[in-house]
């Protein structure tokens, strides 16, 4: 690796205007350079990975080009003449909290108070690459033993070895406090943090033995601090990215397809050319985009653009959908476990149980459509983007550009909460199209139809569960199977066709790879809980899951999706959660046990064990079989449901208690009270825990009972809130009960992602506790509920 | 285009605008006002909010003309990060925020609510803010600020 210190690399990514906006923020990165101390260091491509913690990950693909090297501690901190801290991280602030909790972390580490910490993110001027901010991945990342975490011990040892050799005094006679470091003995012999280093360099490696402070001693990790965007936020002060504005800026808006597989037949510019403000159309293959002065004007200009389409390509029934699925052809099919005994265990089974659970494409749905402004003037850009991976976006960016990555810039800016892939990527696609076709920078925000029609879905599925139960009613062989339909996704590091924009100039989604059969496992993989929690989970002979069942095959089919699709919170682990969990309460009741018993007894792991107790104990649960006695068949019924998670297997772990009232003359579902228990190693903020364990059970409340996305035989329907619906911020929400169990020596997992993913199959069990009737399809609107009763008779 | 007066949080503004710009356009674009925003453009999600004669307005869908003259209150009008309208600070003590871009649609439609009924019950304000959307679902603590709120002015 080579390193090289460049000053002429000042600015060097930066449009002008780009450069004065910054400056009219007070971000100049001059200026900042010279107020943190940092300097940025041009590198060769090294391949290095960022190290991703210690549970389990998601796939990383190793650093960018450029990137500022992750083994390097200047990477990561900067300390200036003042004493103040600057942090890098590429886990960015999506809503979620993580920023406040990672300057906790800094803080802590280094021994100085919160407010002197300024923590820079995801910025490709700046900051480490550190793949998407994604999957639960933040929390794992940077406060375990590597990355950030790693970065501020590293540093808080090497200030203590310089102090010791400024004051002359063994380090294990020093202590930090403060941003300053004093003797023991003598607290007035002391040198700050600023007089040690401030402004200069560390110029070291990550210390992988350098000791992170023990939770004991944490004073500000661990506690509740309060976010400080917040203020800005409830004063419309807050620059979420719709609210950038360069000088000189355009804006613009793109003409989408009207049907999915329409190519572009022709373009009458004069339909649009004497509209007021008007600047531009833009067409790039089947992109269509308008410029205009101002954004109602392009809004005008895009409405009366005249444009000619071929026909869609079609779309198969929705109605028939999830059979559709499931007779696709070709597959690729991927084995995750197989026992190899799974049909003999049947064979001798007392009894065979089957299930078939569907589950919907559902959209992320931001409240603010997606949005980004670029400035693209001759071989320079600079994006300002609310994309989940600065890097990745500035790698596919240039190729969609035809310019080299070196000369963008990606300034992550925050949008509305995003919860997986929505439209951010695609619409700096579409900012940066407009703005290199004008010469000057452009916005762009999406209509909600714009997104709505053309999101990469969360993932529909067709989930089939069978067990084989012995004459004790022992679950002593489970077979999973499901078909997952896939189109496109993030676009990685090269992949822009993955997303509608990147389709629209020409590029290509990643390729589907058929493959059946599936090849035997060669290593263990959750894979998104495919793996049911109740399984062993052995290949090669070791079990890995989380479960006591030995007997057990799970098959995935992966096949052509028709529209795109992509990571939704919780993605794919959702919907294999809510089969599993279905399925073992459809167990528990055919063996007439307590479902919270009927779990236990199959589980194996104590982290997920504790953490059904926890959420039956706080819900008061009454262990009884499901469905409750002496349920009438008509009017209002009650009943409670529970499910749990090992998310990813071992990144998390969460169990649900929901308590429903179904109007069985309506098949109306009111949630009234949900008790849900989170296990995420060391609680890093628990406010910020709590208010991630609330949203994310009412938005899985949401998508469990009212959303599914829609299309006729050629677009999507569900293209607004009163055609995809969700539930208001005014219906009567219930009762949310958070348990948070504190592991401060465990290792750190992911958090926001817990609770969503039991949501579903708590709801759909309580359904059957109250009523006895098995609702196996999300979302279970009243139309469903009805017909699962009716089914009961 | 025609030149249109608009009087937004105590100050005239003069612009030069079609009038049937929604008036969402006006304050975010002209004015550069971060407070109301584009969240939908159909008066389906309540991004947009603005306080207009002490109703909460749709202002994506409200033409410039039908309002022009009259006092158009925004979010940044109610109070500042260093002194927040009571409201804004119930929000803050709640830390009742996930990714905050609901907050517009929130705290308008909850303060024209509650200033013309200010002892509303639960199920009152529920029904008061049926028609906005919060997609991190902050229900839980934006209620408490919206009571803390109510509970403030009842005092």
């Known amino acids: ?793 | 285009m025609s030149a249109i007066t608009l009087k937004v949080n105590g100050n005239n503004h003069t612009l030069d605008l079609d009038p049937g710009t929604p008036l969402l356009y006006a304050l975010s674009d002209d004015l550069e006002l971060r407070g109301p925003k584009f969240g939908c453009g159909l008066g389906q999600c309540g991004s947009c909010m603005v306080i207009v004669k002490g109703q909460a307005v749709r202002s994506c869908i409200t033409p410039v003309e039908a309002v022009k003259g009259n006092e158009i209150t925004t979010l940044e009008g109610l109070g500042t990060v260093e002194k927040p309208h009571p409201i804004q600070q119930a929000f803050i003590e709640e830390q009742a925020a996930q990714c905050g871009f609901c907050l517009n649609a929130i705290i308008m439609t909850a303060k024209a609510f509650l200033d013309k009924n200010p002892k509303a019950t639960d199920e009152q304000i529920q029904a008061a803010m049926s028609g906005v959307l919060c997609r991190c679902f902050t229900h839980v603590r934006m209620f408490r600020a919206i009571k803390r709120y109510a509970q403030e002015m009842a005092r």
Not at chain 1, 252 to 265: D, E
């Open chain 1, 1 to 793: 690796m080579s390193e090289s210190v460049s000053k002429a690399e000042d600015n060097a990514a930066m449009t002008p205007k780009a450069l004065a906006a910054l400056k009219r923020s007070g971000f100049s990165r001059r200026d900042f350079l010279k107020h943190s101390g940092a300097l940025i260091v041009g590198f060769s491509a090294c391949g290095l990975g960022v190290e991703r913690g210690t549970v389990h990950a998601q796939v990383f693909q190793g650093v960018s080009p450029g990137a500022p090297p992750p083994d390097r501690l200047d990477s990561w901190i900067a300390i200036a003449a003042d004493g103040s801290v600057t942090a890098y991280t590429g886990k960015e602030e999506l809503g979620q909290g993580i920023v406040v909790a990672q300057t906790q972390l800094i803080a802590e580490e280094l021994c100085v108070p919160f407010d002197r910490v300024k923590l820079v993110y995801c910025d490709t001027a700046f900051t480490p690459d550190q793949g998407y901010t994604s999957g639960s991945q933040s929390h794992p990342a940077n406060f375990n033993h590597s990355n950030l975490s790693q970065a501020g011990a590293t540093a808080r040892e090497a200030l203590l070895r310089l102090a010791s050799d400024r004051l002359g005094v063994p380090v294990d006679q020093l202590s930090a406090k403060d941003g300053a470091i004093s003797v023991k003995s003598d607290s007035s012999r002391k040198v700050s943090y600023g007089e040690l280093i401030g402004g200069k360099k560390f110029n070291m490696t990550l210390d992988k033995n350098a000791k992170r402070k023990p939770p004991r001693e944490w004073t500000l990790l661990g506690t509740p601090v309060r976010r400080s965007d917040i203020p800005a936020l409830a004063t419309g002060q807050f620059e979420f990215v719709h609210n950038v504005r360069l000088p000189g800026m355009l804006h613009g808006r793109v003409v989408r397809p009207p049907a999915v597989g329409a190519t572009l037949v022709s373009v009458d510019e004069g339909s649009v050319q004497n509209l007021p403000g008007f600047v531009k159309v833009v067409v790039k293959k089947n992109f269509v985009g308008v410029v205009a002065q101002k954004p109602w004007q392009a809004s005008q200009a895009a409405d009366k653009l005249k444009v000619n389409w071929t026909p869609g390509t079609g779309l198969p029934s929705q109605a028939d959908f999830y059979e559709h699925l499931r007779n696709q052809n070709p597959t690729r099919d991927t084995l995750l476990v197989d026992s190899k005994d799974v049909e003999q265990q049947m064979s001798h089974a007392a009894t065979v149980v089957k299930a078939t659970y569907h589950h919907p494409y559902q959209m992320h749905g931001s409240m603010g459509s997606s949005c980004a402004v670029a400035d693209v003037q001759g071989d320079k850009a600079t994006l300002w983007s609310a994309t989940q991976g600065v890097w990745y976006l500035r790698s596919t960016a240039a190729m969609v550009l035809g310019m080299k990555p070196e000369n963008l810039r990606v300034i992550f800016t925050r949008g509305s909460g995003c919860y997986g892939v929505n439209g951010a990527d695609t619409v700096t696609y579409d900012a940066a199209l407009l703005s290199q076709a004008v010469g000057k920078p452009v916005r762009v925000q999406l209509t909600r139809k714009d997104e709505m029609a053309w999101e990469n879905y969360g993932n529909a599925f067709v989930l089939e569960e069978r067990a084989g139960l012995d004459v004790q009613e022992n679950i002593i062989a489970w077979d999973h199977e499901s078909w997952l339909p896939t189109l496109g996704s993030r676009p990685g590091t090269g992949t822009p066709g993955n997303i509608i924009t990147g389709l629209l100039v020409g590029f290509q989604p990643e390729p589907f790879a058929a493959r059946t059969p599936a090849p035997d496992p060669t290593k263990y993989t959750n894979n998104s809980n495919g793996v049911p929690s109740y399984v062993a989970g052995s290949v090669g002979g070791t079990p890995q899951g989380t479960g006591a069942i030995k007997s057990e095959r799970v098959l995935v089919h992966n096949v052509i999706s028709p529209f795109w699709t992509g990571p939704l919170r919780s993605p794919v682990r959702l919907q294999n959660t809510f089969a599993h969990e279905s399925f073992i309460d459809e167990l528990a009741a055919r063996a007439k046990a307590d479902p919270v018993a009927y779990r236990l007894r199959h589980l194996s792991h104590p982290r997920l064990s504790d953490a059904v107790k926890s959420a039956a104990s706080a819900a008061n649960w009454d262990p009884r079989p499901s469905p409750k006695p002496g349920i009438r068949k008509t009017g209002l019924s009650v009943g409670r449901g529970m499910a749990c998670v090992a998310y990813e297997g071992d990144n998390g772990y969460s169990a649900m208690v929901a308590e429903v009232e179904v109007d069985q003359d309506t098949g109306k579902v009111s949630v009234k009270r949900m008790v849900v228990s989170v296990d995420c190693g060391p609680i890093s903020n628990p406010d910020g825990l709590r208010n991630q364990t609330e949203g994310g059970t009412l938005q899985g409340m949401s998508r469990a009972l009212m959303e599914e996305m829609t299309w006729d035989d050629q677009k999507v329907t569900s293209v607004d809130w009163s055609s995809y619906r969700t539930l208001p911020f005014g219906f009567a929400f219930p009762k949310i009960e958070v348990v948070m169990t504190n592991r401060p020596e465990e290792e750190a997992t992911g958090a926001g992602e817990l609770s969503i993913t039991v949501v579903a199959a708590a709801i759909a069990n309580a359904i059957f506790d109250a009523t006895g009737a098995r609702i196996r399809e999300v979302p279970f609107t009243p139309t469903r509920v009805k017909a699962a009763l009716k089914q009961i008779g």
